[in-house]
C-alpha cells in the first residue's frame, strides 16, 4: 500500500507468494494519514486458475482523488486483463505508474468500494 498525498493516490499492489496464491487473503481496519478517521479494508482472492479478484472499500474521506491498483506483470506471456466486477466492465489495464517499474492495473477515481478483477 501507498498512501501519496503529494501525487493524490492510494496505490495498491499486492505481492502474493507463491504458497500463499490459493487463499482468501484480507488486511482490515488499516488506518490511513486523513485528517478524518479514515480506515481501508483490502480483500484479494482467488478467481479461476490463475486469477484473482481485489476488492478495496474505505470508511471516512481519504482525501485522495485516484486509486491504482496493480499487480506485477509476469515476465513473459500475456499481460493480465482486468474487469470491474461492479458493472462487468473491461477495463484499461496500463503499466506506467510513477516511481514504479513492471506493474501492470489501472488507475480510478477514489471511491468508497471498488472491486475488480485481474485474468
Do not use: C, W
Request: glycine share 10%; net charge positive.
Amino acid at each position: 500500500m501507498d498512501y501519496d498525498r503529494l501525487h493524490d493516490r492510494l496505490r495498491i499492489v499486492p505481492h502474493v507468494p507463491a504458497d500463499l496464491a490459493g487463499e482468501t487473503l484480507a488486511l482490515e481496519g488499516l488506518i490511513l494519514p486523513t485528517r478524518g478517521n479514515t480506515r481501508l479494508n483490502v480483500t484479494i482472492t482467488p478467481a479461476g486458475k490463475a486469477g484473482r479478484a481485489i476488492k478495496v472499500a474505505i470508511t471516512g474521506n481519504a482525501e485522495l482523488t485516484h486509486l491504482e491498483i496493480a499487480q506485477p506483470l509476469p515476465a513473459k506471456g500475456r499481460k493480465p486483463r482486468v474487469t470491474d466486477l461492479a458493472t462487468g466492465r473491461a477495463l484499461t489495464l496500463t503499466d506506467s505508474f510513477q516511481g514504479a517499474r513492471g506493474l501492470g492495473g489501472v488507475r480510478l477515481p477514489m471511491a468508497a468500494s471498488t472491486q475488480l478483477r485481474f485474468d
